[in-house]
């Protein structure tokens, strides 16, 4: 006697047959909802304006940008101040300059 067993997913909006899953993470809460490629296209396309003017926190694998940590601060804080960038030797650095010094390299 052979036995098979068939897993089907449903999308848990509407349930239609053939969805997968999706995960996404809002104020530090991660979730996971089943849908369709229909409903997955509208949750794109609701995030999509917000997605576009936020910063990225790291790669879908959840390690970081590859250029995060490949920078030394004092190397970075030369550099700025001698472009007449007023860098702290402690606290955050502004992204922008980050970002720009990063381009240079």
Request: glycine fraction near 10%; aromatic fraction near 6%; proline fraction near 3%.
């Amino acid at each position: 006697m052979v036995q098979r067993t068939v897993t089907q997913i449903t999308d848990d909006l509407d349930g239609t047959p053939g969805a997968r899953s999706v995960t996404f993470a809002l104020e530090g809460a991660s979730y996971s909802i089943d849908l369709s490629e229909v409903n997955l296209a509208r949750l794109r396309e609701a995030l999509a304006p917000f997605i576009e003017n936020a910063v990225r926190e790291g790669a879908a694998d959840g390690r970081r940008a590859s250029s995060v940590g490949t920078w030394r601060r004092e190397d970075l804080q030369e550099w700025a101040k001698a472009r007449g960038y007023r860098v702290g030797d402690r606290g955050r650095v502004p992204q922008g300059i980050v970002d720009e010094y990063l381009s240079t390299r």
